[in-house]
């Protein structure tokens, strides 16, 4: 709890007991679960089914931040209660289950989702019934809501930082693009190559391939990358996949000392599966690594640690799905008030000093302004951090001149 | 795409490609191998497949952390042990599956494929009650990754070595119990007619319990030997199975030799369009072409000739 000293709302804590806050009448002017003691909020994410690989971390998170909340005494002088509801991996039953915890249960907010199937199937829901959704995934971008709150960066804010490092550092020039055959890998892909091509000098894309979700065979592919012999392979794979290209690429003697390859889709969480073994050397951009050296994430990955264990490792989606219950603690005391249109409307400028990942900042368009980082795996199942952003890159969920 | 290349260079991908044939050949075999005994000699489709080989990739992720503990020094060869182990619960779960569930609905096989389906589903959650809903990472022996320098420019991956040489074992003994065995006779004597079968003193029961077992047995072996080259998780045994399908009905239901050819025509389609187009256009023709056969020859590529 040490890094949270830094936020200046928890100065007068801690308190003796909830219910010391305003009156709920003034607070909750539109039916919220909310009494005198107690605000209710939603979680949403898959437990059961093929998703529940990645969402899991995502729920700890959360529990694990609303568990800080409460014991730092609350959001406007209530407790936290929070309801779970299972997506199981499906995307209908997430637009169900997130119906039924804004018109049954009424909650404040909600903390969910994690592909972007199933924030597309959420999304109107909550705009129907005006709810608010923090989404923690990183993801493609080309979408802005009044009610979602994107706490994971967006596709360029992700990619772009990281062509520059490596084109600057390694001189690379060729690219492979590699990725699973859905929205987010070709976006990012898109994204890529237009950087590529458009802002890199020299540099070119040398091959661009997709392969069904849950492919488990690439030794074609290896083979071409052999053939082209690019400088760097860009790999966007995804799933029960990622595991098998790794362990392939290593057997087919690739050696990632000598052959760069950039990621942005596998996470502390994803070596876990993969084998810190057949991955180490490979490098990954994104905004979050466990092994950040700051006081905040150093009390953060100690926390979550001891409520959960000690062999649970967290990515970068698990410490942004962290950012969604502060940060919404944190609109809502500067609001004043519980209200959705109220929230929404002060989310912008709000800041959060006590981030794992450092300093964070709501943008106008609900994106977070982040540092991105690029990390190199190690056979521990670690990243070592290499670079980072000297400033916070702006998030831009519609890029000009990317689309 | 060539232009650039010399001939040496193109050579060594050829090879190394030609290799990636073989070894996806492998696996199908492999993965498809306890299914069409399943499916070929008792009927009952079992959707739990995938499952059970996850159970046999489970068994040896705990055999490798046992050895880490408790035998470090013995850590090379534990997989030898995984494999047995594997086969040993797949096995065992299969025959008490048969006997709990399949030996009921032999006169309804349309069923079985409910039910086996619900087992998945069931198994699934089951592992990810018991081991939790994130991947596992299986630690392999050294030996069994890296490469095999054939010459300067070619690398032949170790682990798809280990699993050709696998899958030629297993087919081998398996050809040997089905059709010399004694055991094998019977097993197809229940396969022809279980009713005469019956009346000559065969105890059908007990080759049905078996032949399910030895099935899932080899899915065990299957999934446990992939554990080399994909991921283990609750539901990774989702990712084989339509491929696994594919395999068998393409290849003629009750025809060892036609799983053999249809996992070899179809790796060798797949790996061949994959090198020249993406990976999902390939699987995307393949499936197209799956189709075009199978709607001229609906009974697969080898079919058991039988009177009706």
């Known amino acids: ?317 698990t410490q942004a799905a962290y950012l969604g219950p502060w940060l919404w603690k944190l609109t809502v005391e500067k609001a004043g008030s519980f209200d959705i249109d109220k929230v929404a409307a002060a989310s912008p400028g709000i800041e959060f000093k006590g981030a794992p990942e450092g300093y964070v900042r709501i943008h106008e368009n609900h994106h977070l302004w982040s540092k991105t980082r690029v990390g190199r795996a190690k056979a521990d199942g670690q990243y070592e951090l290499i670079y980072e952003t000297a400033d916070l890159v702006e998030p831009d969920p519609f890029p000009k001149g990317y689309q | 795409m060539f232009g650039d290349y010399s001939i040496g260079d193109l050579g060594a991908i050829f090879a190394m490609q030609g290799f990636a044939g073989l070894i996806l050949f492998s696996v199908y075999v492999l993965m498809a191998l306890g299914l069409a005994i399943i499916f070929g000699q008792m009927g009952v489709i079992n959707m739990a497949h995938g499952e059970f080989m996850i159970l046999g990739a489970y068994v040896t992720w705990m055999t490798s952390n046992a050895f880490q503990h408790f035998l470090p020094a013995l850590f090379p060869g534990y997989f030898f042990v995984a494999m047995a182990l594997a086969f040993i619960a797949s096995g065992s779960l299969g025959m008490l599956v048969e006997w709990a569930m399949i030996s009921r609905l032999y006169k309804r096989p349309l069923d079985t494929l409910l039910a086996t389906w619900g087992l998945s589903l069931i198994l699934q959650q089951a592992y990810r009650s018991v081991f939790g809903a994130r991947e596992v990472g299986v630690e392999l022996p050294d030996w069994m990754m890296g490469s095999w320098q054939a010459t300067d420019a070619i690398q032949i991956p170790i682990n798809g070595m280990f699993v050709m040489c696998l899958t030629i074992l297993i087919t081998i003994v398996v050809a040997y119990v089905l059709f010399l065995s004694r055991w094998g006779k019977q097993v197809r004597a229940v396969v022809q007619n279980r009713v005469m079968a019956g009346a000559v003193g065969i105890n059908t029961e007990k080759v049905d319990r078996y032949t399910f077992g030895l099935g899932c047995g080899i899915a065990g072996v299957a999934g446990s030997a992939f554990t080399m080259i994909g991921s283990t998780g609750p539901t990774a045994g989702q990712l084989y199975i339509v491929d696994t399908f594919l395999v068998v009905v393409f290849g003629g239901a009750a025809s060892l030799i036609g799983t053999i050819a249809s996992a070899f025509t179809i790796s060798q389609a797949q790996s061949t369009m994959e090198f020249f187009m993406s990976g999902s256009m390939a699987k995307v023709l393949t499936l197209l072409a799956i189709v075009a056969i199978l709607m001229l020859r609906p009974q697969g590529l080898f079919a058991l000739k039988v009177r009706k």
């Open chain 1, 1 to 317: 709890m040490m890094g949270m000293a830094a936020i200046p709302a928890l100065a007068m804590l801690p308190r003796p007991s909830f219910g010391a806050g305003p009156a709920t009448s003034a607070v909750n002017t539109t039916g919220l679960a909310v009494t005198d003691s107690e605000v209710t909020v939603g979680i949403l994410h898959s437990v059961t089914g093929t998703m529940a690989i990645s969402e899991t971390g995502s729920v700890q998170a959360e529990k694990l931040a609303i568990e800080q909340i409460n014991a730092s005494g609350g959001v406007l002088g209530r407790k936290i209660k929070f309801i779970q509801e299972d997506g199981a991996s499906d995307w209908p039953t997430f637009a169900e289950k997130a119906k039924k915890l804004l018109v049954n249960d009424k909650c404040a907010a909600v903390m969910g989702c994690w592909t972007s199937a199933s924030r597309k199937a959420v999304l109107p829901v909550f705009e129907q019934y005006n709810g608010m959704l923090y989404y923690p995934t990183f993801y493609e971008g080309l979408e802005q809501s009044k009610n979602v709150i994107y706490t994971g960066q967006e596709a360029t804010q992700q990619i772009i930082a990281g062509l520059d490092w490596v084109n600057k550092t390694k001189g690379a020039k060729t690219f492979y693009l590699l990725g699973s055959d859905y929205i987010w890998p070709r976006t990012s892909n898109k994204i890529a190559r237009k950087h590529i091509e458009g802002h890199l000098q020299g540099a070119k894309v040398v091959g661009e391939e997709y392969f069904p979700l849950g492919h488990t065979q690439f030794n074609s592919v290896i083979n071409k990358i052999k053939l082209t012999k690019p400088d760097v392979i860009y790999a966007i794979i995804v799933g029960g996949s990622n595991v098998a290209f790794y362990k392939q690429l290593k057997a087919a003697g690739i050696d990632m000392s000598k052959q760069t390859l950039l990621t942005i889709s596998v996470t502390e969480d994803e070596i876990d599966g993969i084998g810190g073994e057949n991955i180490a050397g490979a490098y990954a951009c994104m905004k979050y690594f466990q092994s950040l050296d700051n006081a905040n994430n150093k009390a953060f990955v100690a926390d979550f640690k001891k409520m959960w264990g000690e062999k649970t490792v967290i990515g970068d989606v």
